[in-house]
Structures are given as structure tokens and as C-alpha cells.
């Protein structure tokens, strides 16, 4: 929802900081598509975008909760995750996952390094 919400092209900005493959799980999917028919305003539009980035990406099939899906999915295959969740991004570093941010509504960094 970033790229609709601040105007930043994530598929560079990733690429910048050397990911060049994105990966969605299905719950994220999920979450996405209940957000682009049940969120209002600039949020619902925002989902619809998302929805239509993650496109570009591989879609991995997973079940449970989007944020559980994320760690398990991340710890498995040594991926970073990208989110501005405070509360999942805790969890992350928790867990000794990479975390990818928006930084002053501009760009993409990794969490804890300065670019």
C-alpha cells in the first residue's frame, strides 16, 4: 500500500538496496483484497494497488495469519520483510529477520542501517 500512500516505487527502491525477487504470501493476498472491497477512502484505494503490485510478485501459498505467515515464510528462507508495522516489526527483529522500512516517506532502508 506504500507506493499509493507516499509515492515511492518500491520494486526500485528494493532493487537499490539489492532485492531484486519480492514474494507475497496468500494471506497478504487475503488481507489486501479484504481491505480493496472493505476499507474506505484513500485505504481502499491504496489495497487495490497493493493488490495490483503484488502482481509482479510470487505468490506463495501459506495458511494462518498474514503477520505469522511473514515470520514463519522469512525464517525459512532467510528473506527479509518489508513492513512499517511497529508491532510485526518487533516480532521480526525478535526472530532475527532483515526489516525493509519506508524512512521519511521517501525511501526504503534497512532497519538499524543508514543509508
Do not use: W
Not at 507516499?6 to 532493487?15: H, K, M, T, W
Not at 494471506?27 to 497493493?50: F, M, Q
Amino acid at each position: 500500500m506504500v507506493p499509493e500512500q507516499f509515492g515511492v516505487d518500491i520494486f526500485s527502491e528494493l532493487a537499490r538496496l539489492g532485492y531484486i525477487q519480492c514474494s507475497v504470501p496468500t494471506p497478504v493476498i487475503r488481507e489486501l483484497s479484504y481491505l480493496a472491497r472493505k476499507a474506505k477512502g484513500l485505504d481502499k484505494i491504496a489495497a487495490r494497488v497493493g493488490m495490483g503490485l503484488a502482481e509482479r510478485c510470487t505468490v506463495l501459498d501459506a495458511e494462518g495469519s498474514a503477520d505469522d505467515c511473514l515470520i514463519s515464510l522469512a525464517a525459512r528462507e532467510n528473506a527479509a520483510v518489508f513492513t512499517n508495522d511497529k508491532i510485526l516489526k518487533k516480532r521480526l527483529f525478535s526472530k532475527g529477520i532483515t526489516v525493509v522500512h519506508l524512512r521519511q516517506g521517501r525511501y526504503l532502508e534497512i532497519a538499524g542501517k543508514e543509508f
